[in-house]
């Protein structure tokens, strides 16, 4: 059962990724002038997807947390997340506008290394000798061959390469602070929430910069159905499918695998665009993806870093039929407050799992650990009902409040 949920998780993160580089493949012709076509603006553009994407989000976040829970300074945060996302987006489409789609695919990992780099800065961390070659395998792949190869052997401006490629690498940056913000909000709120509301927010700030701007709102109904794939399928659907095969498989194996996001993009601006993809461009996302591979660890302890160290947290969940932990390095303090049906649990083999605290489960009928090396203090309080407990664990500190010392 668990190995078929490994492998749903593949599925899904692969399905993330192939259907996030739709973004580069259907936005470059409605970015690009033609013969009888408009062409639209980016900022219109970004106000668009984000609506959409937003009306897509309602009826599945409708269960979810309400919005009267979120706090004043919540608010102020999805605020920042508005204006960095709407950044973000309209200058990746202003830099496609004088790029290709099989540049914009390699460049799409720089999100990753700038939320390594924020990492590093914000908490101090500092890269080993052994990370340095990775981290520079990702850099000379995703940014120093792609803009050699434009100047040297397209020979493209340095204008184009500013206002293109450069463009887009600003983009992950901005994504990369983006996703440092959300953090903190996806901690306390339901995903799907925050991803409608943060969307909102989104097309609220790109329709005041269409207002200030006075940009005309000039668009084509042929370009509706186009920017409805980029919103539902490439943000909307991409997103739940990522956070569905994070939760299955960890944040090691969801990097290395979205990763794959600049492959299918370049295989899709070859077949739907007919861009030429070159063998300098199989050099460059091969360096990047080999790099990435190299520095896989070290790149999800900077997708963790949002929560504080060594604790995992549940509080309150409606249902939580199955919840399971499989070797990590360290969980020093876990916490379930409240779930309404919790079936099963299971810890299998974690290296040190120091403190474990369920409070008050109106039903737990199964838990099992499996070999913990250590597991200092474990606590029950005022479960209704405990039909079953497995304990295969070896000299635990058990702390039960009914039994007598």
Partial sequence: MIKNNRYLGYYFVIGAAALSSLVHVVSKPMLEMGGNSIEINPIVMTFLVYMICGIFFTPIAR???????????????????GLSEVAALAVYFFGLQNSSAVNASIFSNSE??????????????????????????????????????????NGMSIQNIVTGDLLIILSGFLYALDITICKYIGDKY????????????????????????QIPMDFEISHIPSIAVIAILGTGLSTLLFLAGLRKIGAVRTILLYSTTSVFGILFAGIFLAEEITLIDAISISITLVGIFFLRNKLAEAESDESPPNLVQNSKPRELETFHISKPRELETFHISKPRELETFHISKPRELETFHISKPRELETFHISKPRELETFHI?????????????????????????
């Fill in 63 to 81: 269960k979810t947390d309400s919005i009267r829970k979120f706090s004043q300074k919540d608010i102020a945060f999805m605020a920042i997340i």
């Fill in 112 to 153: 990753i290394v700038f939320s390594l780099i924020i990492a590093m800065v914000v908490f101090k961390e500092r890269l080993n000798i052994k990370e340095c070659i990775p981290f520079s395998m990702i850099v000379v792949g995703m940014m120093v061959i792609p803009i050699g190869n434009d100047l040297l052997t």
């Fill in 190 to 213: 339901d995903s799907r929430r925050v991803t409608q509301v943060t969307s909102f927010v989104c097309a609220l700030v790109a329709l005041f910069a269409i207002m200030l701007f």
């Fill in 381 to 405: 309080s005022k479960p209704l009902k405990l039909l079953q407990t497995l304990n295969h664990v070896h000299k635990p500190k058990i702390y039960v409040p009914w039994v007598k010392k």
